[in-house]
């Protein structure tokens, strides 16, 4: 009771987890104090879905996890939601503190594991102590960079009292402080920019993180400087805007002489700020929070550290009265490069109008689907060809209406941030808000048992399974076949496990596995299908479904491709 009321008193409203001993009784403390509790089928999902709830609401969620086994599947999402500078907070059983060094039940070292993976990691050394350990994780998961806590909770202590005198609980934490940069290096920033003749804006995830989307769109509206954004930056100003070249994208990186760095990080994502993917002379000026963020791989040559937000006002003001030329040649090559890169799709989307489908007929019907629905979607997606083909081809219009495998690049993430997300919407279910799934068929089978959790709690979210029957690319079923029968042996004779092991491709999955008829098993609705009309259908007899999980199982042509890369380090197996 003293863990629940002091989460509560901290503004905590979502927690995620197992339970089992010893905390199946805070679990039971939680939603009596109001905490809404989701329990989970994996401590993996746990984990993923209370760190989505930190990105998605700005405030940490939780994940409540059994003692030994159970803290290390939630180290996942631990070391994901700090990879990602997202808030969340795992609160692990653990043996009881009378019995420590005495090889209790699932005892292990778990506040030192936690912490090689998170911003603050401590074991509750007393039960009045829980109060200032609770404000203590919370500030330091959402002050400065966000990012992930970790408390210890002995089973003692789960079952024990304490005198009401002996707990202080310390009041709300207020706002996170706004900074502000410097300001003679916002001049210089805004100097560096007026004199650019090929500018560009990158817009990252911690804009989107940082409520910067008011301010980012006044900014781009202002300057009318062609932007991209990062994956999850995406939303903050639309992709339909007419300055966003993301079309573009490979021109815009090679041949930017100035990029304004909106809590955007040089990292893989933006592959380190170094040539080839950039001009070697490229001058970065990066806007980020965290000061050891800055000069990372290369120097920037403005650095402005604050909140995302706050900063880009000051930019937009001394900007004031800058409008980049639309008739520049900057302009015109990115149009060109734009307009051009749209053609190559759209020829592969009419190249896929075939039984079995590819990526981009399928995923241009969902893209259509998601347009005219009349729903606000908020897109979950994770796999590899599904996840960035369909970054390219879904709309996203508003902030934090993405989530994906983000910076750690992290499979398993999709069911458990769709839970996440249908739950924070389901608070306030208006103006027809849902949860959109897509996921890779090698993806979705890391969390595929979470489709119960979302029929338990009757949520309405659509999964799109993509399901080429492999990982990157499958094995049509006759090759399977083939390669699993004996040699010389009769047809009808199938190889044995360890005659398949030696040949199956390691890339291979079950050929059209029928995850369709799993959804249906495990409480929510199914389909199967094989043409752009079949899943058009689809769409229209789940549009209206609003108690229960709905899964299309799309098969595509196992051998399908995503267009041709200009560089291609993320996808260069030879194989």
Request: charged share 20%; proline share 6%.
């Amino acid at each position: 009771t003293v863990l629940a009321q002091a989460l509560r008193s901290q503004g905590i409203e979502y927690a995620f987890g197992i339970v089992g001993i010893p905390v199946v009784e805070v679990a039971v403390a939680f939603q009596s104090a109001g905490i809404k509790f989701v329990a989970m089928r994996n401590e993996q999902s746990a984990s993923y879905a209370a760190s989505a709830i930190g990105y998605l609401t700005g405030k940490p969620g939780v994940c409540l996890v059994v003692s030994g086994p159970g803290v290390v599947h939630a180290l996942a999402g631990l070391s994901n939601a700090n990879e990602n500078c997202w808030p969340v907070l795992v609160i692990g059983g653990a043996s009881d503190s009378h019995l420590d060094g005495s090889e209790a039940f699932q005892e292990f070292p778990q506040a030192e594991a936690a912490a090689k993976f998170c911003k603050f990691s401590a074991r509750l050394p007393s039960i009045a102590r829980i109060p200032h350990f609770v404000h203590k994780a919370v500030k330091q998961a959402t002050y400065g960079r966000p990012g992930a806590v970790y408390l210890d909770l002995p089973g003692d202590f789960v079952t024990s009292s304490v005198d009401s005198e002996e707990i202080h609980f310390p009041p709300p934490l207020p706002q996170p402080p706004v900074t502000l940069a410097d300001p003679q290096s916002v001049s210089a920033a805004a100097r560096l920019l007026r004199s650019a003749r090929r500018p560009l804006v990158v817009i990252g995830k911690g804009a989107a993180q940082g409520r910067a989307e008011l301010a980012v769109r006044q900014l781009i509206q202002s300057t009318r400087l062609p932007f991209l954004p990062t994956p999850m930056g995406k939303g903050v100003a639309a992709d339909d805007h007419p300055g966003c070249v993301s079309a573009a994208r490979t021109r815009a990186l090679k041949q930017a002489d100035v990029v304004v760095l909106l809590g955007a990080r040089l990292n893989w994502i933006l592959h380190f700020g170094r040539p080839p993917r950039w001009t070697p002379d490229v001058k970065f000026i990066q806007v980020d929070i965290h000061p050891e963020e800055f000069h990372t791989n290369v120097t920037c040559e403005v650095a402005l550290c604050g909140s995302v937000a706050a900063v880009v006002e000051q930019l937009s003001s001394e900007l004031h009265g800058f409008e980049f030329s639309s008739s520049s040649d900057w302009w015109r090559e990115l149009n060109a490069a734009s307009a051009a890169n749209r053609a190559r799709v759209d020829a592969l989307i009419v190249e896929g109008q075939t039984v079995p489908m590819t990526y981009y007929s399928a995923l241009n019907e969902l893209a259509k689907f998601v347009d005219n629905s009349g729903d606000d979607w908020l897109i979950v997606s994770e796999g590899a060809n599904s996840m960035d083909i369909g970054r390219a081809m879904l709309p996203n219009r508003l902030a934090r209406r993405r989530l994906d495998a983000g910076t750690f690049g992290t499979m398993g993430v999709g069911l458990g941030f769709a839970a996440a997300a249908d739950l924070c919407i389901g608070d306030s279910r208006v103006g027809h808000r849902r949860v959109l799934c897509l996921e890779g068929d090698s993806a979705v089978g890391f969390s595929l048992a979470e489709l119960e959790t979302l029929a338990r709690y009757r949520m309405p979210v659509l999964l799109v399974v993509i399901n080429n029957s492999g990982i990157y690319s499958g094995v049509p079923a006759d090759v399977l076949r083939q390669l699993l029968q004996q040699d010389g042996a009769a047809p009808s004779s199938g190889a044995s496990s360890a005659s398949a092991a030696l040949r199956l491709p390691a890339t291979s999955l079950t050929s059209e596995c029928r995850y369709d008829l799993a959804a249906e098993a495990l409480g929510g609705y199914g389909r199967l299908v094989r043409s752009v009309g079949e899943l058009r259908q689809a769409f229209a007899e789940f549009a209206g479904v609003r108690d229960r999980p709905c899964l299309i199982n799309a098969i595509i042509d196992t051998g399908a491709e995503r267009k041709q890369q200009e560089f291609d380090w993320l996808s260069r197996s030879k194989l």
